[in-house]
């Protein structure tokens, strides 16, 4: 404990410190933890916790924020109005992508990305790189060089046409990674599987939407990630398999770890608290995201790999697209299943879905659920004052009350979406107040901080 007067005082709560959860008081000076115990003297300002939970604040590592995607197409969201909801959801960081496309150098695409941060995060964050061109000097000089200055992670496509990069390409950029010591992220789907059973489904006259879940064949899944971690096991890379969807790819990923291979996984709500099923719904272009979702067997197998920690990380992977021809029906309203912008909202709602199965509904309990929802992916992408309540660390801090209930209707985020997919869920377990190094920028569930207040982290070292 200090002498020296704190700033702030989250007083009374159940903290969740590392993996102990107990009653504490956390002090707050110039923005960061300065002090954590009992009873500590009176400060400026207090908070008080009583009856709350007291989280570290959100890390979501893979979100789409003002991005323009492979195909084209704008993010409905931009810094502010994605940030807002993040923060809104008990969010303090966000990893988003900044996306190369074609011909472009990646300096410059970093450059312009991290202005549209500047002017409209109101939380802190960090850029994942979209590689799909290391021409041009790109692979010699702009990556290394951007890695160097703290953007140490690099996501690649094994599909999508003109973003998706070959093998020999991924093996380049793998062996950058390890030499430079960058992290590398996959979308990993096999492109030929995914065209060759698109090809067939439309050639039969199967259009509808729901088909989009044949056209992403389990298998395309089960034969990239095998493919990745192959890849990671001959180069030493480290590497990050996003949003694991099916029973094979948790076991492969658990051999490969059992191999050494420095592979971590994240996987997302829509897989755990979706089934294939949803496409049969109305307006089902809102649930289509790729991969698709799985089934029930599915859906065990990804809580078994959280388990036995073969999966560590869930992220929201937000990709926002209106139900309108700005978004989702940008080809028109009535075009086949592969012409339908994929993604779906997930940044104010990944928290309290996880929060409600895993701590209200008891499964993995509190620990667990702020380990994968922010320390892990913090120490994942090497945000090293992020992602945990620790002395020294930012006062990134979420006060949650637990027994607040709240039933998603059909437009109650506060992104740019204009949908909730997990409209007629209910959660228990609501974020109520948040602080951002310091600073609170959500109270009583209200919104109280602009925009341009983020701040740009640098990666330090991958912790996979
Ligand atoms: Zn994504």
Redesign the pocket.
Known sequence: MTKTTLDLIIRGGIAVLGHRVQQADIGVRGGRVAAIGDGLPKAAEEIDARGLLVLPGGVDS???IEQISGAGLMNADTFESATRSAALGGTTTTIS?AAQHPGHMMRKVVGDYAKLARKGALIDHAFHMIVSDTGNGNLADDIPALIAEGHRSI?IFTTYDKVRQDDKSILDLLDLAKRAGALVCF?AENDGLIRHMTEKLLAAGKTAPHYHAQSHPRAAEVEAIDRMCRFAEFTGARIMI??VSTVEGAQIIRAAQARGVAVAAETCPHYLFMTEDILQRENPARFLCSPPQRSAADQDALWAAMADGTITII?S???PYRMDASGKFANGADVAFNRIAN?MPGLETRLPLMFNAMVTEGRMGLAAFAHMTATAPARAFGLATKGEIALGFDADIALWDPKLRHDYGVNDLHDNVGYNPFEGTAVTGLPVTLLSRGEVIVRDRQLCAGPGRGKWLPMTEPGV
């Open positions: 893979h979100c789409h992508f996501k979308h996003f949003h992220t992977d937000h990709a993604g």
